[in-house]
């Protein structure tokens, strides 16, 4: 659909915001350099380009302007002695190359510079002096090509949240590294688990061990079977949903981000989160093009008000998926790209006895909750008291956070070991392996569950329609997703022992199978117990 009324009136717009480029060159043929392009003039360029790309006759009358101003931007500096700024991005074209998201004039350099790549990464960072920490982003972020205006800034957000690992994750490796190996090998689910219980109770303390067990699997640590085949990954997308005021926003965001006004430490990784309680999913798919390559959690409270907009649900089940995101308007288009971060969500939805019905009308939300670790909250007596404990002993502050540096130490080491981390020297990433009785045990509960499925008189399948005796409820990625947390829940266990793989523990597979057996009830509404499906 065209903005203008007539061709007279787009040909008009288009004829001044020619004599805009060509005014832009003019004053690059000036011989005088302090007559370089501001911020503001670029973004004006970089304006007209994304106005007029749609329209391919007079999208094709700028090219060659827009090539010529790109020409000379590059020749008003010695590129071998210039340094760009962050947001300068090698392109496959001169036009390209201005159309990115335009940067501030660069600063010459006389220094050498020293091509970084990662056989050198640690070399550069431990004993060069004259290389800084720009210099080593840039090699890190200089192959991204973004696509909007969006994404240029949110990947100055990332770096500056990379910059805020880093300088943590030293000073750890400085001050604290034996004393958070200690920790380590001591340290396992069970014994987090037994924390979260002291803090929250029996009733609660689930929801945070899942919150604080993805920021292991965010590291997306492969999953190899006994013959060391790999057969998956850790990372997983999570979302609790629920009546309101049962503990959802507390579990995603307080806990992992901390919150000084109720006095709650964090306990999740620094610089690894993004907070998005404000952004639309048009803006997400946006931004999230900066975030190629990475490994951060979207930490996202009121999931279903982002389902308040129209053609957004197939996008984000793309990116759920770690699939190749692309999304086109008659404006613009974004992507093709990877996703490769993961989510943290809540909602609202409406409780029934064990089952629920989602709020967001979208047809095929299912399909989005289908891919996510899924938590039913139900705000019955039992969860009641405790959360109302819970913010009692948080009033009086008599939560007792002392073990929650220690964790977020050891959460911060795993993590940097698992990914390669160019700061770790000493340490590799370990595979999870995952055990024949890991399947034994799978077996039995599938059996159960289908016994389950069958005697359950009146099953409702997620879109209305009452089932047969033997229609399933629930998709096999339940399975996938079982395995994904025993193996996440295996992660703290790292400095348990030397061997080059770590074992998947007997707590870590319980823990996952009580989460299968608590989401499998909820999806199929299922008349039966999480003791009686897992058989104990």
């Known amino acids: 659909m065209s903005l203008y009324k007539n061709i007279s009136e787009e040909l008009a717009d288009f004829c001044i915001d020619k004599a805009n480029i060509l005014d832009y060159i003019k004053k690059l ?54 340094i760009y700024s962050e947001n300068s991005i090698p392109h496959s074209s001169p036009q390209a190359v201005l159309l990115t998201s335009p940067s501030p004039i660069p600063t010459p350099i006389t220094t050498p510079i020293t091509m970084v790549t990662k056989d050198n990464y640690n070399a550069i960072s431990t004993h060069s002096t004259n290389i800084s920490p720009k210099i080593k982003d840039q090699a890190i972020y200089s192959k991204l090509k973004l696509s909007t205006p969006q994404a240029h800034a949110e990947r100055k957000q990332i770096q500056a949240q990379d910059h805020i690992f880093t300088e943590a994750l030293e000073d750890l490796l400085e001050h604290r590294l034996e004393e958070t190996i200690a920790f380590g090998k001591q340290c396992s689910i069970g014994s987090i688990a037994t924390y979260l219980k002291s803090q929250f109770g029996d009733s609660l303390f689930f929801d945070s061990l899942l919150s604080l067990t993805q920021q292991y699997a965010l590291a997306d640590v492969p999953l190899v079977n006994e013959h060391g085949n790999s057969i998956g990954k850790t990372g997983f997308h999570l979302a609790y949903c629920g009546d309101p005021g049962t503990g959802k926003t507390f579990s995603i965001k307080d806990l992992i981000l901390g919150n000084s006004n109720l006095g709650v430490m964090a306990h999740g990784l620094k610089g690894r989160n993004r907070y998005c309680g404000s952004i639309t999913p048009a803006k997400f798919v946006r931004i999230a093009e900066a975030y190629q390559d990475q490994r951060f959690n979207f930490i996202v409270p009121e999931f279903d008000d982002w389902f308040r907009y129209k053609g957004m649900t197939n996008t984000l089940k793309t990116a759920l998926e770690g699939g190749l995101v692309e999304y086109e308007t008659f404006r613009e288009s974004i992507g093709p790209y990877n996703f490769s971060s993961f989510f943290s969500v809540n909602y609202n939805v409406k409780v029934t006895g064990e089952s629920y019905d989602t709020l967001i009308k979208d047809p095929h939300f299912k399909a989005l909750e289908d891919r996510m670790l899924l938590t039913v909250h139900r705000l019955t007596p039992e969860r009641y008291r405790a959360v109302a404990k819970a913010k009692e002993q948080l009033e009086k502050g008599l939560m007792d956070w002392t073990l929650a540096p220690a964790l977020q130490d050891l959460a911060m080491l795993t993590y940097a070991i698992q990914t390669a981390h160019p700061s770790i020297d000493n340490y590799v990433p370990k595979a999870v392996m995952v055990p024949a009785s890991f399947y034994e045990q799978l ?73 299968l057996a608590q989401e499998a009830i909820a999806r199929g509404r299922l008349q039966v117990s999480c003791e009686e499906l897992l058989g104990i």
């Open 443 to 515: 077996n039995q509960v599938r059996e159960n569950l289908m016994t389950a499925v069958e005697e359950t008189s009146s099953i409702i399948k997620s879109d209305g329609r009452m089932a047969g005796e033997k229609d399933i409820p629930f998709s096999p990625r339940l399975e996938k997703k079982v395995l994904q947390l025993a193996g996440a829940f295996s992660l703290p266990s790292y400095f348990q022992n030397d061997s080059l793989v770590l074992q998947m523990s007997e707590d870590a597979i319980s823990y996952a199978f009580v989460h």
């Open 29 to 82: 043929d000036s011989k005088n350099q302090t007559k370089l392009l501001s911020q503001s003039e670029l973004e004006h360029i970089f304006s007209i380009e994304r106005k007029w790309r749609s329209y391919p006759l007079l999208n094709r009358t700028l090219t060659p302007y827009l090539k010529e101003i790109s020409a000379k931007r590059t020749n008003a500096f010695d590129i071998k002695t210039e």
